[in-house]
């Protein structure tokens, strides 16, 4: 099998909420809308995050524990700035992660965490852990 593109739809409520939060603070266009569904893709990749109404034949109800979506972007600061002057509830504070990523979280009206972050160097640790798989 060769997946050619990968999507996440949540189930939510909140269907409007989370298609203006996408739209607005992450630039994500709008593919599809109906009264149970939108679609959205990135503008950047061929990634798509939709919305569907909880109470649909195929699926179970959302509660939006245990859901994370990363988005690993060129100047997180930037990001994390930017999106605290929107007024984002800040979930995480940006922070250096020993495993080579500084990052922040926000969540979004369905209550998913968005895990924001840019790659930069492993600790010593990790890099050995890291290494380990390379052999």
Same mark, same amino acid.
Request: without cysteine; aromatic residues 14%.
């Given at each position: 099998m060769r997946i050619k593109r990968i999507d996440t739809t949540i189930s939510t409520e909140k269907l409007q909420e989370s298609k203006d939060f996408y739209m607005k603070h992450f630039g994500f266009k709008l593919v599809y809308e109906?009264?149970? !569904?939108?679609?959205? @893709?990135?503008?950047?990749?061929?990634?798509?995050?939709?919305f569907t109404l909880?109470?649909?034949?195929?699926?179970?109800?959302? /509660?939006?524990?245990g859901l994370i979506l990363s988005f690993e972007v060129e100047d997180?600061?930037?990001?994390?700035?930017? @999106?605290?002057?929107?007024?984002? /509830?800040?979930?995480?504070?940006?922070?250096?992660?020993?495993?080579?990523?500084?990052?922040?979280?926000?969540?979004?009206?369905?209550?998913?965490h968005?895990?924001? !972050?840019?790659?930069i160097p492993a600790t010593p640790e990790y890099q050995k852990v890291y290494d380990s798989f390379r052999g």
């Open positions: 109906s009264d149970w !569904y939108i679609e959205l @893709l990135s503008p950047s990749l061929e990634v798509g995050v939709s909880p109470q649909r034949e195929e699926g179970e109800f959302f /509660n939006g524990k997180v600061d930037a990001e994390y700035n930017r @999106l605290k002057q929107a007024g984002l /509830n800040i979930y995480q504070e940006i922070q250096d992660k020993p495993w080579g990523e500084r990052s922040f979280v926000v969540d979004d009206p369905a209550k998913v968005i895990y924001i !972050y840019k790659t």
